[in-house]
């Protein structure tokens, strides 16, 4: 029986993207529990193929002018929301068969918080003598909104390393928790004392993270686990749409290169490794730990053995031909790179520094040495333009990269979220604060926003009619590509066509229907336009 469960919720949004829902923290919190000598569990929601329909909620209902039909075609977005893993009651009967008295529920996102809150309110109605803990990023920055539910007794905020072995002492021992780090909880009079967030200074002395309580199948490639690694923390720079910029109370600490090499080995006594995801802000800024991690990997595996990927984006500028190559050697076959913009306003709001430069200068190496990549681009954020964003779409239009359009959304703890307060422009509900809800509309329109987020899908169909040897600029013959009506390559190449004609954006239904999407048309017109002229690669 453990002392503690620690607990990775279910969400709720209109996709999933898997392979970066591993609970990397919890395990790291766990191992430092396991050090004190507690006995851990981890129930992870996510890791489970299950889901199910929802009715998009009653705060989203705008949205249906945008995903309210289902979309065949390439340019299709979201249609329909779900519940991602398992359900509340679930969760709550698992942790009741665990028989741990003390509940640590993760809670990342504050789109999702309410998942983590829901979670909490059942496991407490099953287990009414629980403590529940909740951590992470979105009771770091917002403990007051957290702690209005009755089911929470107490927040950690910042990282739990040192902070949760400490608050279970003082739980299981009967003690005072006054003075744990990062703590948050109810005084007599029901007041609430806040505490700073914690920060693990020295990384080194953490334990390393318990892969062995990860449900590693669920996670796997093929018949290879799939690993995730922190080597870093916080980020050096600024952005002011970022929550772990150097302004916030995250410090940039790095691991040594030979503490996240035995990692590597740790994990690796739970199957073969096929798959190593860096979820660092910035893996590469330090070329010399890079470079010997990189050393490392490509000692440790066999060529082609595994992949490496470094999903949060990489910096163009920390990139040059000695570090690619190392990297391809390594195993990485696709680069992550950040332009963010090429606006130099839009650059100056975001206090980000220019890298278009650099970014040409990686996308040229990348293609040298047979890596993919993608551009990602920020829209959508409180003073930036849509017309800004569609040349940011079109300058990676004749680079060989495809597009990863961001739409913006207020994360809590960034300057940009300030900003937003101050603007009146941040949402009534959490619920809103994620990309898929298009949360703001200001200076870039809410179907502005969309509609570069369709162009940019249809950008990268027309690069992959270019990898299957279409010309770039033989608009006419685009309709002899495919032929197969039921196929959705067809179906885009069709609606590709239609668009090149007049500037509409369509869709089409599982029947067979074609439709307009709502979309900003001159936006449309003037993509149309310039892709006749494009160098497109």
């Keep these: 029986m453990p002392h503690i469960l620690l607990v990775q919720p279910p969400i709720e949004d209109f996709y999933l993207t898997a392979k970066r829902t591993v609970p990397y923290g919890l395990a790291s919190i766990a191992a430092s529990l396991m050090e004190e000598g507690f006995t851990v569990e981890i ?44 359900s509340y009651q679930h969760m709550a009967e698992r942790a009741a068969r665990s028989g741990a008295r003390i509940i640590g529920i993760s809670s990342l996102f504050t789109a999702y918080s309410e998942c983590a809150l829901q979670c909490a309110r059942e496991i407490k109605k099953r287990l009414p003598n629980s403590v529940i803990v909740l951590g992470g990023h979105h009771p770091t920055e917002l403990p007051r909104a957290v702690m209005e539910c009755p089911a929470v007794d107490y927040v950690l905020r910042g990282e739990g390393e040192q902070a949760m072995p400490l608050l279970v002492k003082g739980l299981l021992h009967g003690t005072p928790v006054d003075n744990v780090p990062g703590i948050v909880f109810r005084k007599e009079k029901g007041e609430l004392q806040i505490s700073p967030p914690a920060v693990v200074f020295d990384l080194d002395k953490c334990p390393l ?16 686990i799939s690993l995730t690694l922190v080597g870093s923390r916080g980020c050096p720079f600024e952005c002011s749409y970022c929550s772990t910029s150097r302004r916030s109370w995250i410090t940039h600490r790095r691991r040594s290169v030979q503490g996240v090499c035995d990692e590597v080995e740790r994990a690796s006594e739970q199957g073969e490794v096929g798959f190593i995801d860096l979820e660092d802000e910035n893996i590469s800024l330090d070329k010399k730990w890079f470079m010997s991690f990189l050393a490392f990997v490509s000692r440790r595996f066999e060529k082609g053995a595994v992949e490496l990927r470094a999903m949060n984006g990489l910096f163009p500028s920390a990139l040059d031909e000695e ?23 839009q650059l100056k709001r975001f206090r980000r520094r220019d890298v278009t430069h650099s970014f040409d200068r990686a996308c040229s190496l990348a293609a040298k040495y047979g890596l993919e990549g993608v551009g990602y681009i920020l829209v959508g954020a409180p003073g930036q333009y849509a017309a800004d964003s569609l040349k940011d779409l079109l300058f990676i239009a004749e680079r060989p990269v495809l597009a990863g359009v961001s739409v913006y959304y207020p994360a809590p703890g960034s300057r940009d979220f300030e900003t937003c307060g101050r603007l009146g ?54 309709k002899a590509l495919h032929s197969d009506p039921g196929d959705r390559t067809a179906i885009g190449v069709q609606l590709l066509a239609d668009f090149m004609g007049d500037g509409r954006i369509r869709g089409m239904m599982p029947g067979g229907e074609v439709y307009s999407h709502l979309h900003d048309e001159t936006l449309a017109e003037e993509f149309r336009k310039a892709l006749v002229d494009c160098r497109l690669k």
Excluded at 58 to 81: C, I, R, T, V, W
Excluded at 209 to 224: F, I, T
Excluded at 328 to 341: D, H, I, R, V, W
Excluded at 445 to 460: D, I, P
């Design 43 to 86: 129930l992870d929601g996510l890791a489970t193929s299950k889901s199910r329909p929802l009715s998009t909620p009653g705060e989203m209902n705008y949205l249906a002018d945008y995903y309210g039909k289902k979309d065949l075609s390439p340019f299709g977005l979201f249609h329909q929301y779900r519940h991602y893993g398992y």
């Design 323 to 345: 570090l690619i190559a190392a990297m391809k050697e390594a195993g990485f076959k696709t680069l992550n790179l950040s332009l963010g913009t090429t606006c130099r306003e």
């Design 425 to 478: 422009l941040l949402p009534q509900n959490f619920s809103l604060m994620r990309s898929t809800a298009v949360p703001i509309s200001h200076t870039t329109t809410r179907t502005e926003a969309v509609t570069l987020l369709r162009l940019g899908r249809m950008l990268n169909f027309i690069k992959s009619l270019v990898k299957q040897g279409w010309v770039p600029g033989h608009w006419e013959e685009l």
């Design 209 to 224: 993270p318990a892969h062995e309580l990860l449900k590693a199948k669920h996670y796997q490639r093929g018949k290879k």
